[in-house]
């Protein structure tokens, strides 16, 4: 096992996947994948239960593994600029989520299961193609900013 607290492959195009062993990292903290041509993460990503930040922006990143619901201590997430078209109902089992970022995305519909993420301080869904929130929006209740436009 290793201390390492923060990876940043930033850039990394070359990187398509993720070992398996990415769960080995057990104290890691943040991870940057920004700008990767990742396609997917491995469902052994839910082992890393002290991540606290996940950036996923600018990959080729299509779905997320259920096993996204096993990261409790997860505050920040920014799938922005992803080829993601749904998040699974696990989503809403990042109980201490505080940003979500899902800017120009292909989702189209918010699982409701949103609605259990009571400290979700803002939230970002420009230019997606959700045309319809699901009423337990309206459950957010730490919520103070929800970016939309079209």
Known sequence: MTSLEYL???????????????????????????????????NTIG?????????????????????????????????????IKELPNQIGELE????????????IELPISIGNLKKL???SLCWTDIKKLPNQIGGLESLLELYLSE
Do not use: A
């Not at 990415?22 to 396609?39: A, P, V």
């Not at 002290?50 to 779905?63: A, F, I, N, P, R």
């Not at 201490?96 to 989702?107: A, G, K, Q, V």
């Open 96 to 107: 201490s989520l505080l940003e979500l970022d899902l800017r120009d995305t292909y989702i």
């Open 47 to 83: 082992g890393l239960e002290y991540l606290l930040e996940l950036d996923l922006s600018k990959t080729e990143v299509t779905k997320l593994p259920i096993s996204i619901g096993n990261l409790r201590k997860l505050r920040k997430m920014s799938l922005c600029r992803t080829n």
């Open 8 to 42: 940043s492959l930033d850039d990394c195009h070359f990187l398509r996947t993720l070992p398996d062993s990415i769960q080995d990292l057990k104290m890691l903290r943040r991870m940057n994948l920004c700008n990767t041509s990742i396609t997917e993460l491995p």
């Open 121 to 123: 301080r803002k939230m």
